[in-house]
């Protein structure tokens, strides 16, 4: 008999502001990318998303249980398993329900944690002018990859929201999501808020210093 399912407390704090401070540094380091007059700001707002990412893959260790890559990050063929099943029953709701990301996911935050370092480091280069053009370019070509990884993750929370019947941002917001009792985080972890926000500052001080 399967177990009932109930909103229950899943993401950790860290895991939720931190999510939502990486959002915000890289469309602000997107606004300011194009002027000359915010080149700073673009450059603290890179190294702020990259301090919060370099926390999170920490956390991915240390944190509560649904954070940890050991709980989310699957062998490839669950993935394209999970895909192919999300392609013909995303509408319908027939789709495998889980508790942290879904193995897709999984890979998703892998790589969106991937370029939020790679893109602040090639930018790095060319905010100090180092090697010249090249690198310049290859910050532009690493951003825009990440842009189109960011549109990939969006259309995934929206496919996702709509086939298991929850609203993954919201999630995101409250820390709530369907699982069973025995599945719920049992502490909010709060204590992890002073190293994220340490490695924001850290990241964007490094960024400008």
Avoid: C, Q
């Amino acid at each position: 008999m399967a177990r009932e399912r109930l909103t229950v407390p899943i993401w950790d704090l860290p895991v939720r502001v931190g999510h939502w401070l990486l959002a915000g540094s890289v469309a602000l380091a997107w606004i300011t990318g194009e002027s000359e007059t915010f080149r700073l700001w673009h450059a603290a707002f890179g190294g702020a998303a990259m301090g919060i990412a370099l926390f999170r893959i920490v956390w991915g260790f240390i944190g509560s249980p649904p954070a940890r890559f050991s709980t989310f990050v699957r062998p490839p063929s669950e993935a394209i398993a999970y895909l192919k099943t999300l392609s013909t029953g995303w509408t319908t709701g027939n789709v495998p329900h889980y508790t942290s990301h879904n193995p897709a996911g999984g890979y998703a935050v892998l790589a969106l944690l991937a370029f939020a370092i790679v893109t602040p480091l090639t930018g790095w280069f060319t905010f100090n002018e180092i090697d010249g053009d090249f690198l310049e370019e290859l910050h532009e070509a690493v951003a825009n990859l990440f842009l189109a990884v960011i549109a990939i993750h969006l259309a995934g929370v929206a496919v996702g929201s709509i086939a298991h019947r929850e609203s993954l941002p919201k999630a995101m917001i409250t820390g709530k999501k369907l699982a069973t009792p025995d599945e719920a985080i049992t502490a909010a972890y709060g204590w992890g808020l002073f190293p994220l926000l340490l490695a924001a500052g850290l990241g964007a001080w490094w960024a400008i210093r």
